[in-house]
């Protein structure tokens, strides 16, 4: 596209000039914004057919990442840096006196999902393509993502994503790929020769319409880019049904609730992700990604000219969650209605193509479908659904004839419900947890039966993260002081971050990351300073939690051990500490009472700390709003240390605690999800680890034993702060206010174990304190953290789903 800068900056004015026509001066970072990024995806266009030729020709086997989530956030800068253009452009934007870092910030995020499972799909999706897989993102094009989050007199307040507002212009709209996707009717049976036949007639159809977006590998040395595709679906009217309506004596009004029911469709994603929300458009969302996922993918197929037996060793289809479970009868409604298959067959088939991802144990989150609800919207589905499910149980009573109870457990269909994981599980040929400690409680508990049934399809691929957007694109000056010491072949061989362990006590090496540090930490503060017109200290400890907020994850028992610092420092106005600021983010669901009281019991809390001239040099709290990738981007490499604090047993996984380890924070958390792992290489001496284990909570959970009263008797410090919740006084302005969280600790005996983890979390705050004034030790930690964090890196992620489950080659490496 242009070799230097030089012809950068020329191709660039002339596209100014040409798409503009206006005087390069009179241009604003917005006009910049979408000259550049154009330019960049006609480029990218080339190079995507190009790929999709080559990937036709090559006859490779394909996986399908089917995800009610995709949460990308920004494309321009993470585009440049996988391209190999990042600083060509950026030295060349430069010298027409343009910065490149505010022409990012021109760019609405695309916040198609929730947090840790849609960026887990975000980051999947990079390392696909970098390891050049031929792997393809499936989703839905939301016209409002998630929720942006405001922050009124202390509590959230969510405002419209309208993120499309100005256009995405990585998006290519292909009309004449649109599939046909059809809900409700009524099944007819008809039989031919001793076999049965189903249609469905009297259906609403609707068009489901496909958005491409080039999801563009890192390039490095590589001759040629490998470009995959994000598939987006949006839901649009059939024009046919008005005529339909119309011939069936329907008035104009029927026929604009229906195009109102259609655009609904892909209108908005459901805002919560811990909380299963059983409402019949979610369903909706999930079959209309099936539905035309699925015929989308087996229309490529179709081109091979292959028999439907060979299905598995040609496609692999990957469910994220179990979101998008109906793929399973999907599938075997096409093969069997369509393609001819008899039910072993198909059954066969399906099995083999399908795998599935479970992400937690929560057993709130467990999606659970009145069976009338499915079998309204789609009759034929839910015709199969019953099938498999009888089958399935007969086979389970033939095999455990003695135990019932169990048959009945395992059941897919149970008391008009049907239970999705148990359709997963029986519909693919791999489940796999998030993290070692999540699979393990799959097998060993949650989903036991299962386990003892099917013990080959169990497996674990523990989380990661792109480090191109979380390292290379968002510390850039760590990136280069790491490829300064050891080289670049990191870049592509994160594991090899290790390297760095050698400079873990060298003197040049570690000032030059405490330079870098602080000069993140400078750039977040000032961030904050533009925002909030509050002054951050610096020097200061950062001290990190950003994540959705929900009770497990404890938010609350953090800004609790804030407020037994402050009355610690009221008390003793000459206790010598080391100067804290306490940053949080955290979107709450916009329904969950307890994660919104949480918020605002923060902001009260940031408010009397923040403005107490006996306490504010030592110690500062600041709820950022709108937490989201691109805050992430910039609140992440500034953190000294990393709150994973979730109660044991609860995170599946977590990916924060990845990201900022990466970005050499120091971690204090439970011994919970990938923390262990995280644990497991880092020691004692580099982590630090309190609380209840798992085995613990779920100890506490099975056989009672806790009571919350009695610590919150015993522990004078733990009472002072409980009573603060419900005293005006310090922070409360009434009684009521935090009534609720109050209760959820004392009446509702602390499911979360709070106050049980509360002594052990506080000394680990003792003892991050003492750490952090010896800055030399510190430092070494921190450059341990990064070196270990190329096992989370998704790429080894990837790997292990290509080879393990996928069965997958990278194309022409
Ligand atoms: C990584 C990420 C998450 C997940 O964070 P956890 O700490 O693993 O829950 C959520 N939201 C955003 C915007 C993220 O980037």
């Keep these: 596209m242009f070799k230097n800068k030089e012809e950068f900056k020329q191709i660039f004015q002339n596209n100014v000039v040409s798409k503009l026509g206006k005087p390069l001066d009179e241009v604003s970072n917005e006009d910049v914004y979408t ?25 490779e086997k394909q996986v399908y990442y089917l995800s009610l989530e995709f949460l990308i956030g920004r494309l321009l800068g993470n585009n440049l840096l996988n391209m190999g253009m990042l600083k060509t452009v950026k030295e060349g934007l430069e010298d027409l006196g343009i910065s490149l870092g505010e022409i990012e910030e021109e760019e609405a995020d695309a916040g198609l999902g929730n947090g840790g499972l849609g960026r887990l799909a975000a980051c999947f999706l990079d390392s696909l393509a970098s390891l050049g897989y031929a792997g393809h993102g499936c989703g839905i094009r939301y016209q409002y993502g998630l929720f942006e989050q405001k922050i009124v007199d ?3 307040v969510e405002l419209p994503d309208d993120w499309l507002q100005k256009g995405f212009e990585w998006e290519v709209r292909r009309a004449d790929r649109k599939v046909e996707v059809r809900f409700g009717g009524q099944v007819e049976t008809r039989e031919e020769d001793g076999e049965l036949y189903f249609s469905t007639r009297d259906y609403e159809a609707v068009w489901a319409v496909p958005y491409d977006v080039p999801v563009i590998g890192y390039k490095g040395s590589n001759p040629d880019y490998h470009i995959n595709t994000l598939r987006l679906w949006s839901a649009e009217p059939v024009r046919e049904m008005a005529n339909r309506n119309m011939a069936s004596g329907g008035n104009y009004y029927n026929y604009l609730n229906y195009n109102r029911s259609v655009e609904s469709i892909s209108e908005f994603l459901y805002p919560d992700d811990s909380h299963y929300e059983g409402r019949l458009l979610r369903l909706k969302q999930q079959y209309f990604l099936c539905s035309a996922g699925l015929q989308s993918i087996l229309r490529t197929y179709d081109k091979l000219n292959l028999s439907y037996d060979h299905l598995p060793d040609q496609i692999a289809i990957h469910i994220n969650d179990t979101h998008p479970t109906l793929v399973i009868p999907e599938l075997m409604r096409i093969l069997m209605d369509e393609k001819g298959y008899g039910w072993d067959a198909a059954w066969d088939i399906t099995c083999r193509t399908v795998s599935y991802t479970n992400h937690t144990i929560l057993s ?41 109870d169990r048959v009945a457990h395992m059941a897919i269909v149970y008391d008009d419900q049907v239970k999705m994981a148990h359709l997963a599980i029986a519909g693919s040929h791999s489940i796999n947890g998030v993290a070692a400690l999540h699979t393990d409680i799959l097998k060993e508990r949650e989903m036991r039966n299962f386990y003892e049934l099917y013990p080959q399809r169990f497996n674990n691929k523990t989380n990661g993260i792109t480090h191109r957007r979380w390292l290379m694109h968002a510390n850039p000056e760590l990136c280069d002081l790491i490829s300064d010491s050891i080289g670049s072949r990191w870049i592509t061989h994160p594991q090899e971050l290790v390297g760095i362990l050698k400079y873990s006590e060298d003197a040049a090496f570690q000032e030059k990351a405490a330079a870098i540090k602080q000069h993140n930490k400078q750039h977040l503060a000032s961030y904050i300073e533009q925002k909030y017109g509050t002054v951050v200290n610096t020097e200061s400890i950062f001290d990190v939690q950003v994540k959705r907020l929900h009770a497990y994850k404890r938010q609350f028992l953090n800004i609790l051990h804030v407020m037994y610092l402050y009355n610690q420092l009221k008390s003793m106005p000459s206790h010598d500490m080391v100067p804290r600021t306490f940053i949080f983010g955290a979107k709450a669901a916009p329904g969950y009472y307890l994660a919104k009281s949480t918020i605002k019991l923060i902001n009260t809390v940031a408010n009397v700390v923040n403005n107490d001239p006996d306490v504010k040099d030592k110690l500062n709290v600041f709820f950022l709003e709108n937490y989201s990738v691109s805050l992430a981007e910039k609140i992440i490499p500034a953190a000294d240390v990393s709150e994973q604090i979730s109660t044991a047993s609860k995170e599946a996984s977590g990916t924060g605690n990845m990201k900022l380890m990466m970005n050499g924070a120091l971690t204090i958390g439970t011994m919970d999800g990938a923390n262990v792992e995280m644990y497991e290489m880092l020691g004692d001496a580099n982590m630090f680890m309190f609380g209840l284990t798992a085995d613990q ?46 209760r959820s600790l004392l009446d509702g005996n602390d499911e979360y174990f709070m106050l049980k983890d509360f002594d052990s979390y506080a000394e680990s705050h003792v003892q991050i304190e003492a750490a952090y004034r010896n800055q030399k030790d510190w430092l070494k930690r921190s450059i341990h953290n990064i070196a270990h964090s190329g096992k989370f890196s998704s790429d080894r992620t990837i790997g292990q789903y290509a080879s393990e489950i996928w069965k997958i080659h990278p194309v022409n490496k």
């Design 364 to 404: 709130e989150a467990l999606e659970r479908w009145p069976a009338q609800m499915i079998r309204e919207l789609m009759p034929r589905v839910y015709m199969i659904i019953d099938e498999i499910n009888t089958r399935f149980c007969k086979m389970l009573m033939d095999k455990y004839p003695d135990d019932p």
């Design 35 to 59: 000259i550049l990024s154009r330019m960049l995806r006609e480029f990218a266009g080339r190079e995507w057919a190009a790929t999709n030729r080559e990937l036709r020709q090559d006859q």
């Design 697 to 742: 909570v779920m100890n506490y959970y099975q056989h009672g034993g806790y009571n919350a009263r009695d610590i919150y008797n015993s522990d004078p410090r733990i009472k002072e702060v409980v009573d603060q919740l419900v005293t005006p006084g310090a922070f409360a302005q009434n009684s009521y206010e935090f009534d609720s969280l109050y």
């Design 154 to 156: 202390g509590n959230q």
